[in-house]
């Protein structure tokens, strides 16, 4: 570390206002994007958008350059911001890294995690079942990420979690389309409850294989729906 006189003076302070803000703008054209509001190919306008989220363009500009940034959005030569979409063949290519690395991440989690993790996942569970029961999308896909934030968390391997983290984005817009499938919320409940209960028994090969036939199941719904866009 350099000595402290040597260092050049540089102002790292922050105003939590503004990055609050910013999150919350964020967040706002996140979901939008992600629930199918904003559909993919859209241009999206930024004075329509402030007027939409009742903000100051300085807020949604930062906003969509970090949107851009996770490949929710993309700039098109003399049309500006658009909505990107997911082919088919990217859809099949991010559900068979999902499926490897969700999968070894709910062994690990059955194998490694401790029972504070196993009852932070269970609560994650229960809540997801009660937001499938009544609430609307928007908290069910809360409610989801929730159980798989603690099952990533309990799986202890911050590298999986960060690429899974990474890919989050795009993984919800797919989602989003196999949840519409009638019937599709009962059987990812039930699934869910399988794949908790296998790790809350420790059993490594019972909560991979439950894991990947989620996802699986879940790919084949998104990539029909793709398909039918298409």
Known sequence: MRPETSRPKVNLQIEKESITLRGRVEEKLRLAIVSGYFVPGQRLVERELCELIGIGRTSVREAMRQ???EGL????????????????????QLYALRVLLEG????CCAERADHEAK??????????????ERESHESIMAAKDAVYDSLLDGARNPFVKQTLTAMQNRISML?????????????????????VEAIRTGDGDKAEAV????????AALALAALKNES
Do not use: D, M, W
């Open 73 to 92: 959005i993309r700039s098109v030569p003399h049309r500006g911001p658009i909505v990107q979409g997911i082919t088919p063949e990217e859809a099949v």
């Open 104 to 107: 070894y991440a709910a062994r």
């Open 119 to 132: 009852q932070i996942l269970s609560n994650a569970a229960a809540a997801f079942v009660h937001a499938a």
């Open 175 to 195: 989602r989003f389309g196999s949840f519409t499938t009638p019937g599709r919320l009962e059987e990812s409940v039930n699934e869910i409850k399988q794949i």
């Open 211 to 218: 894991c990947r036939r989620h996802i699986e199941r879940a």
């Open 67 to 69: 949107l851009e940034a």
